[in-house]
């Protein structure tokens, strides 16, 4: 009887056990299926790419030299320490924080705007208006490297909030790969030509040639145009504006009606008046006014 027990609490034992054991991965299986995701982290992908990257201003359409063209719509990283650099092309440059960081920070450093120029070549590109850093706007220069490959290769921060990214690409290799003058027009090529000229005769200051310069990159496309686009405003329209002649006939009446009702009321209260103006004084002295204009009439006879 006694052996029959003790197999007995063997066998209920052993059972305790292997239920345990299966409740427990079966908790721990489910547990993991119903695991939310971490959200935690501005740059976080499960959060909406419009809550952490929001443009103040619409990129500047592409330009400059067309074999560049190609790189638009396409996107180089670069990560160096806690931060990822990601530049778009004739778009946008942004930086992610690498944290998990409730915090951490995703922003836009810069947007595509304009060319920078010097010698008749490209030097680089300006991608301006990004994230607010302290009272100004997050901006970029991007510098065009010769290289076999095309990548983002050095970004750096030479002053406060103003960023400096070395692009390296094959693109740029050709000595001629990075000149402005090729890219323009028939058009404005030959106004270049004219400025040249009117430099080289003297015609126009250094100052003035380079004015004329901005101008033309600007119509190019490759320069943000400085002007300010002042919109005049439209002319109203009134209802007693002279549009036929039927009106001005009735007005021009209404006008003679209210002279004679005044000349009325002064002759009541005994006022003088001259009923005509004094047309030959008037004449007499335009005539004199207007010959002695016209030259010297000689010495005038004082006696």
């Not at 092309?89 to 060319?115: C, K, M, V």
């Not at 920078?116 to 065009?144: H, P, Q, Y």
């Not at 300010?228 to 549009?243: D, Q, S």
């Not at 103006?277 to 002295?285: F, Y």
Request: net charge negative; charged share 20%; aromatic share 10%.
């Amino acid at each position: 009887m006694y052996s029959l027990y003790n197999r007995i609490y063997f066998i209920l034992s052993v059972w305790v056990v292997v239920a345990s054991i299966f409740i427990n991965y079966g908790f721990a299986g489910k547990m993991k299926i119903v695991e939310e995701p971490n959200t935690f982290g501005l740059n976080n992908p499960f959060l909406a790419q419009g809550s952490r990257l929001q443009p103040k201003v619409t990129p500047s359409p592409v330009s400059g030299p067309v074999h560049l063209h190609q790189l638009a719509g396409k996107c180089f990283s670069f990560t160096e320490s806690t931060y990822k650099y990601e530049f778009c092309p004739f778009h946008n440059i942004t930086q992610h924080e690498q944290s998990f960081r409730w915090n951490a920070y995703s922003g836009i450093l810069g947007i595509w705007q304009e060319w920078e120029i010097a010698n008749n070549t490209f030097t680089g590109m300006w991608m301006r208006d990004g994230d607010v850093c302290g009272s100004r706007n997050r901006e970029t220069k991007v510098l065009l490297v010769c290289s076999r490959a095309t990548k983002l290769a050095q970004v750096s921060e030479p002053s406060t909030c103003v960023y400096s990214l070395t692009f390296e690409t094959p693109l740029v290799c050709h000595p001629h790969s990075l000149l402005v003058y090729p890219t323009l027009t028939e058009k404005l090529q030959g106004e270049w030509d004219e400025a040249e000229q009117a430099r080289y005769e003297g015609l126009i200051t250094e100052q003035g040639y380079n004015n004329l310069l901005r101008d033309i990159f600007e119509e190019a496309g490759l320069l943000k145009s400085q002007k300010l686009n002042i919109k005049l405003p439209e002319a109203e329209v009134h209802p007693e504006t002279h549009n036929s002649l039927q009106k001005c006939t009735e007005d021009y009446q209404k006008q003679r009606e209210e002279i004679e009702r005044l000349r009325a009321l002064l002759t009541q209260h005994n006022i003088p008046f001259e009923s005509k103006p004094s047309e030959a004084k008037t004449t007499v002295t335009a005539t004199v006014k207007d010959q002695h204009l016209r030259g010297d009439n000689g010495l005038i006879d004082l006696q």
